[in-house]
């Protein structure tokens, strides 16, 4: 394969904070550069290897690609005071994304995955936000979906 396209995440299913909530605007901002933020995990953990890209298209090298279809099915902001305070779970960050890998070329599913990242902030952290927690939440998860490729040989 000559690339790694992600394409634009499915996020529908989400259950956002209320509108009133501090903590809608960021979850909202996260959601969308999922694709993004997912794709820049991947990069990192298969370094040179292979390029990833972000499509809105879809299209492929001549179909020469593996893409990857995301959907975002929780992202919890969790709770600034519990992270700083309290250090309990109510301050844990979470989001859960299932996805698909599959040919550019012939659209066979080659891989399917789900995978969830907690992330309650270490006490050094100076940004204990929920939109940098949950950023790297789907970085993470973007990164063990680059542990998964290289399992299977695309480095």
Same mark, same amino acid.
């Given at each position: 394969? *000559? ?5 634009? !995440? ?6 956002? %904070?209320? *509108? ?11 959601? #969308?550069?999922?694709?993004? /933020? &997912?794709?820049?995990? @991947? ?5 040179? $290897?292979? %390029?990833? +890209? /972000? #499509?809105?298209?879809? !299209?492929?090298?001549?179909?020469? !690609? @593996? ?5 975002? /099915?929780?992202?919890? %902001?969790?709770?600034? #005071?519990?992270?700083? &305070?309290? $250090? ?7 989001? +859960? =994304?299932?996805?698909? =890998? ?20 270490? *006490? &050094?952290?100076?940004?204990? #936000?929920?939109?940098? @927690?949950? /950023? ?8 063990? $979906?680059? =542990?998964?490729?290289?399992? &299977?040989? +695309?480095?």
């Amino acid at each position: 394969y *000559k690339e790694i396209l992600v394409l634009p !995440a499915e996020t529908g299913s989400v259950k956002l %904070p209320d *509108k009133d909530d501090n903590t809608c605007a960021p979850v909202v901002a996260v959601l #969308s550069k999922t694709a993004d /933020t &997912f794709a820049e995990g @991947l990069q990192e953990k298969l370094n040179d $290897a292979i %390029p990833v +890209h /972000t #499509s809105t298209s879809g !299209a492929g090298s001549d179909g020469k !690609a @593996l893409k990857v279809h995301l959907w975002v /099915t929780a992202m919890e %902001p969790g709770s600034l #005071s519990g992270r700083l &305070f309290w $250090a309990t779970e109510a301050g844990d960050t979470y989001a +859960h =994304i299932l996805g698909d =890998i599959v040919d550019g070329q012939t659209g066979e599913k080659l891989l399917h995955f789900e995978d969830e990242v907690h992330y309650k902030g270490g *006490k &050094f952290d100076l940004d204990m #936000s929920c939109s940098t @927690l949950l /950023t790297r939440d789907v970085k993470e998860i973007g990164r063990h $979906a680059g =542990i998964l490729l290289e399992a &299977f040989g +695309h480095r």
